[in-house]
């Protein structure tokens, strides 16, 4: 059997025994056990990653864009410049700003190579400032995509559809 939504939905409706139960109110089940599998689980097919490139004196990795719209939450930070290919450690906003006040102040902190990172309004930022453009890789948790149309796959892989099929039945019942 295929694994895409109407497989799922067909699953679902044999396993309740009734197969004109609305394929709309099953597939949001599905999705429903797809995110509760997101939200109690980290496991490495929930993670992903995402290239910048960090402008000279900026700290925001983004540099002012918005984060993935998939992002949960990040896992780590890594440069990933030719020669200086080194993980950057995660630091509390607030250890941060205790150990160093006004962290933004690169006439206090001169830019140099990133040592910390940080979490600051929705955004993800460095310090110091890098004192030149930087290759970064953020590697984080990822939110899963919800299924609408009938060819979609789900992101969690088959070898879990059993947990999707189930967890729908469970939720009709």
């Known amino acids: ?84 290919e080194t993980y950057v450690e995660y630091m509390s906003f607030e250890e941060l700003n205790s150990k160093f006040p006004a962290p933004d102040n690169t006439a206090t902190y001169p830019p140099s190579i990133p040592q910390y990172w940080y979490i600051y309004d929705e955004t993800i930022k460095l310090f110091p400032a890098p004192n030149q453009a930087f290759n970064v890789r953020l590697r984080y948790w990822k939110k899963p995509t919800d299924l609408a149309n009938s060819t979609d796959v789900p992101t969690i892989p088959s070898e879990f559809k059993e947990i999707l099929v189930v967890g729908a039945s469970y939720r009709v019942l």
Request: charged letters at 20%; aromatic letters at 12%.
């Open 1 to 84: 059997m295929a694994y895409q939504l109407s497989d799922l939905i067909t699953r679902v409706q044999q396993r309740i025994r009734d197969t004109g139960y609305s394929q709309i109110e099953i597939t949001n089940y599905i999705n429903d056990t797809q995110n509760d599998i997101y939200n109690e689980y980290r496991l490495p097919f929930m993670q992903t990653y995402v290239d910048y490139v960090v402008t000279k004196n900026v700290p925001d990795i983004t540099n002012g864009s918005l984060l993935p719209s998939d992002f949960v939450q990040a896992v780590d930070l890594q440069i990933t410049t030719q020669a200086f």
